[in-house]
């Protein structure tokens, strides 16, 4: 497979990325847009993901049965995705179909209709998925921590956005959004597969050439650094079982830090998959907190979240408590294992296992041509391609003094907030 990684800028500022991968005739086209909910203002919260919904809908040249349509007889798929710091969409079809695909993703940058009709029938979609997470206890147990784990910036906020914004913004809002954030010069294109490099900048050229860029307004939030103070949440619902969590600052992606806390989390809690489309998995019944919480009947369930973020997000820890057992009590055995590892050097053969699990989990991660063109565009929007060809490596260089290191700077007892969900009727009983 051909490690080298092709890049080529376009005079409006396209950047296109090509990575050969001549295993299978096929191609994972990707474009990725410097725009989530990172860059939304108060009031505006859930555009992001509102704009992804309307490309669905149909341009001026193509209605939305025929894009899809068009997808399915080539015998490929297509998706896109939201997240906090950046929105993708991307198809994956036979390599002969790569124009498809291009022309597509050309005509969708800026020839969207928004039609006021599609707007509407939209937001009662999106409000009904809303309402759908909020019957959920964890979502709006996250909602509240991710809430006091920041003061200001915006991922504290939800994807998908806050209900009375949904309810408020307008087709102009939309359309707007996507006109100043849906351009070349804010864009990546990444093209994974059975591709010749010069057709490809070729066809890139004759699709995505003659769209001009114009000068993007962005809000880029001042990073949070400083950890939370501590505080507690409580909340009250629906349900059978209490669960926890517990939310820490986290560094992000591109900080020397991320790969010892990777190791840590590992750890702890087990790997988290950085990749949505991530085949396999590794269990997480060798870890310290699943042998102290769950083994001991403690907790139900335990499990970690790491991402790879723009700015320092959080990692939570997420457990089901033991219906016989107190939040008190799981809470006071979660905080002696953690110190466990600020106090005493981890065995080298444990954090050894630890790197081949994260190894192994990141090696599922990148075991398809879908995968190697996500991966292109993912390591870029946090940090770039390097990232992601130096991953296993840096993993592999972290030590015992780091990540005992790492413990003590970011898993602090005063610099968390902790969440508890209760189900009406159920007595505390945990303090």
Known sequence: MNEKLITFTLENGLTLLIREIHTAPIVSCWV???????NEVPGKTGLSHWVEHMQ???????????????????????????????????????????????????????????????????????????????????F????????????????RNEVIGAKEDLLALTRDDLFGHYRNYYQPANALLCLAGDIDPQQALSLTQRYFGNIQSQPIHKNIPAPEEEPPTFERVDLRGPGDATFVEIAWRAPKGNSEDFFAFTILESLLTGPSSLNMFGGGGISNRTSRLYLALVEK????????????????????????????????????????????????PVAQA????????????????????????????YANSFADYSWFTSYVERLAA?????????????????????GVYTPNGEEPGND
């Open 32 to 38: 990725w847009y410097g725009i989530g909910s990172r």
């Open 56 to 138: 669905f809908k149909g341009t001026s040249q193509r209605s939305a049965s025929w894009m899809d349509h068009a997808i399915a007889r080539l015998g490929g798929h297509w998706n896109a995705f939201t997240s906090a710091d950046w929105t993708t969409y991307f198809e994956t079809l036979p390599a002969s179909a790569l124009e498809t695909a291009l022309a597509l993703e050309a005509d969708r940058m800026r020839g969207s209709l928004f039609d006021p009709d599609e707007v509407e029938t939209e937001r009662t979609v999106i409000l009904s998925e809303r309402e759908g997470l909020e019957n959920d206890p964890l």
């Open 140 to 155: 709006l147990l996250n909602q509240a921590v991710q809430l006091r784990a920041f003061r200001d910036h915006p991922y």
């Open 297 to 344: 009947e403690l907790s139900v369930s335990v499990n970690g979240s790491l991402n790879a973020s723009a700015d320092p997000g959080t990692f939570t820890i997420n457990l089901t408590k033991h219906p016989a057992r107190s939040v008190r009590k799981l809470l006071s055995a979660l905080d002696n294992e953690i110190e466990k590892i600020q106090s005493k």
């Open 350 to 377: 444990e954090i050894d296992r630890a790197v081949k699990q994260a190894k192994a989990l990141f090696a599922y991660s990148s075991d398809n041509i879908t995968n190697h063109g996500f991966w292109m565009g």
């Open 398 to 418: 972290v030590t015992p003094e780091m990540v005992a290191n790492t413990a003590r700077k970011y898993l602090r007892p005063d610099a968390r907030v902790i």
